[in-house]
């Protein structure tokens, strides 16, 4: 008896642009904290109020932030949101100093978010925790984490210790 091989889904690695939404109550206010506090900057066409339409910030080359309405963001995830003030995930930020944990942080608050945690030393590095107009919770991070997480996937390992999971072939 033979068995089909599963089809093969594309790994994290091959998608791209990756794409993360997030809820908001205010597009401008959002707007401008992401790109006043963290330095990102939106694309697409501006709507009426001068905020492009959908919202989208790049974070990088391989990931982009969506901003949807908090009206909308239901009818898209198919879903009702979580209550405001509940985390479901964190965003990290990872940085090579610790410096640059204390600038982000101070740049994130003048902007507007709340810091919840302090920047401090723990275990896995020098980090801090705020959270965007919105309450979506963010980390930044630099040391022992950072050094692992830009480490290419081959050669990186999971924080338990274990050896990643091998990439497919390109």
């Not at 944990?101 to 945690?117: F, P």
């Amino acid at each position: 008896m033979s068995r089909r091989a599963a089809p093969r889904l594309p790994s994290v690695t091959t998608i791209a642009p990756f794409l993360i939404s997030l809820p908001t109550a205010d597009r401008v206010r959002a707007h401008a904290f992401y790109r006043d506090g963290l330095g990102l900057d939106a694309v697409g066409e501006l709507a009426d109020d001068g905020v492009p339409e959908p919202l989208v910030v790049v974070v990088n080359d391989a990931t982009r932030l969506m901003l949807i309405p908090t009206g909308g963001f239901g009818w898209v995830a198919g879903r009702d949101l979580a209550e405001t003030g509940t985390s479901e995930c964190l965003l990290g930020i990872v940085v090579d100093r610790e410096g640059e944990v204390d600038e982000i942080v101070e740049r994130a608050r003048a902007a507007g978010a709340t810091v919840t945690a302090e920047p401090e030393s723990k275990p896995w590095g020098y980090t801090a925790t705020f959270a965007d107009p919105d309450g979506h919770l963010w980390t930044v991070t630099a040391g022992a984490l950072a050094e692992r997480a830009s480490r290419p996937a081959d050669a990186r390992r999971s924080l338990g210790g274990r050896p990643a999971r091998p990439q497919p072939p390109e």
